[in-house]
Nanobody, 120 residues
């Protein structure tokens, strides 16, 4: 099993920035990518971004490309999501996930989620 814990959510004004962190523990040797999904109230869960666990290959949803940056610290088993130029429509619960299949919107492991609220 892999455990994922998110940090860094909060309230920010539109145009501002926020950084989320995701710390992985447990069987991290079974992880091949880590990333983020989000779910806004009344909406379906949406894929945001992934980064390969052992390579610097990244992928982003079109809605966040150019504004969000995913990165990782392998030594700390931590993945970051730097969010800039935030918009009210970015408001959602953000979930860290591991072993993501973006096209299917699925992952093997999930964190508990952290709330991000962007005020206009």
């Amino acid at each position: 099993q892999v455990q994922l814990v998110e940090f860094g959510g909060g309230l920010v004004q539109a145009g501002g920035s926020l950084r989320l962190s995701c710390a992985a523990s447990g069987r991290t040797d079974t992880v091949y990518n880590v990333g983020w999904f989000r779910q806004a109230p009344g909406k379906e869960r949406e894929y945001v971004a992934t980064i390969a666990w052992n390579h610097y290959i990244t992928d982003y949803a079109g809605s966040v490309k150019g504004r969000f940056t995913i990165s990782r610290d392998s030594a700390q088993h931590t993945v970051y999501l730097q969010m800039s130029s935030l918009k009210p429509e970015d408001t959602a619960v953000y979930y860290c996930a591991a072993n993501i299949a973006p096209a299917l919107g699925r992952a093997d492991f999930w964190g508990q989620g952290t709330q991000v609220t962007v005020s206009s």
